[in-house]
Nanobody, 121 residues
Framework: QVQVAESGGGLVQPGGSLRLSCAAS????????MRWYRHTPGKPREFVAA???????SFADSVKGRFTISRDNAKNTMYLQMNRLKVEDTAVYYC???????????????WGQGTQVTVSS
């Protein structure tokens, strides 16, 4: 059993910063790719950023140059540093990770419950 939990959301003014964390726990042998998504009511879920186990990263065009993604494999944790936040970044942010319980089992994608980020003056 694997649990994934996001933290670090909150209310911030435009131009401000927040750092989100995504921690996985349980029976974990290895986590491969990890990703951030966000969702605003009335819109489809949007990819934000991803990071591979080796540290390769990718970003949505809307956040390039403002957001950075990192991870600590020893802690099974991923981070999203969000700078120069805009009102349109307001959303529930979700993370997921491709996890396997042993070296011989397939990867399964686990999602967190989300954390609210509100950018408002």
């Amino acid at each position: 059993q694997v649990q994934v939990a996001e933290s670090g959301g909150g209310l911030v003014q435009p131009g401000g910063s927040l750092r989100l964390s995504c921690a996985a726990s349980g029976i974990i042998f290895e986590i491969y790719d990890m990703r951030w998504y966000r969702h605003t009511p009335g819109k489809p879920r949007e990819f934000v950023a991803a990071i591979s186990r080796g540290g390769s990263t990718s970003f949505a065009d809307s956040v390039k140059g403002r957001f950075t993604i990192s991870r600590d494999n020893a802690k099974n944790t991923m981070y999203l540093q969000m700078n120069r936040l805009k009102v349109e970044d307001t959303a529930v942010y979700y993370c997921n990770g491709d996890v396997r319980a042993s070296g011989s089992t397939p990867y399964t994608t686990y999602w967190g419950q989300g954390t609210q980020v509100t950018v408002s003056s």
